[in-house]
């Protein structure tokens, strides 16, 4: 399994940005599908998007569609969640995750994610 580990949350006033990083350690990083999870208190952890290991290939969520981009860079071991136009609703806590799954669309669920981080805290204010 890999190890996860993200940053770069905090505190944000609505319309603003953020970016998470999520480094990870361990095995092949470069081989794993990554994706992003939240979760905001009393609900359910919920889908954000995921990014195919050559980074070609990418899915989100209705909810961050044109708001939010997810990139990696392989070589620092790093998948990147760049949040813009941050909104009320976006606060929660945010996970990263790694899926080994081999397919040209990453998935959406988590029982295809093995490896998770342990989650940074996200809050826009309105």
């Known amino acids: 399994q890999v190890q996860l580990v993200e940053s770069g949350g905090g505190l944000v006033q609505a319309g603003g940005s953020l970016r998470l990083s999520c480094t990870g350690s361990?095995?092949?990083?470069?081989?794993?599908?990554m994706g992003w999870f939240r979760q905001a208190p009393g609900k359910e952890r919920e889908f954000v998007g995921a990014i195919t290991w050559r980074g070609v290939n990418t899915r989100y969520a209705d909810s961050v569609k044109g708001r939010f981009t997810i990139s990696r860079d392989n070589a620092k071991n790093t998948v990147y969640l760049q949040m813009n136009s941050l909104k009320p609703e976006d606060t929660a806590a945010y996970y990263c995750a790694g899926s080994s799954t081999l397919s040209s669309l990453p998935p959406t669920t988590m029982r295809m994610f093995d490896s998770w981080g342990q989650g940074t805290q996200v809050t826009v204010s309105s």
């Open positions: 361990g095995r092949a990083f470069g081989s794993l599908t």
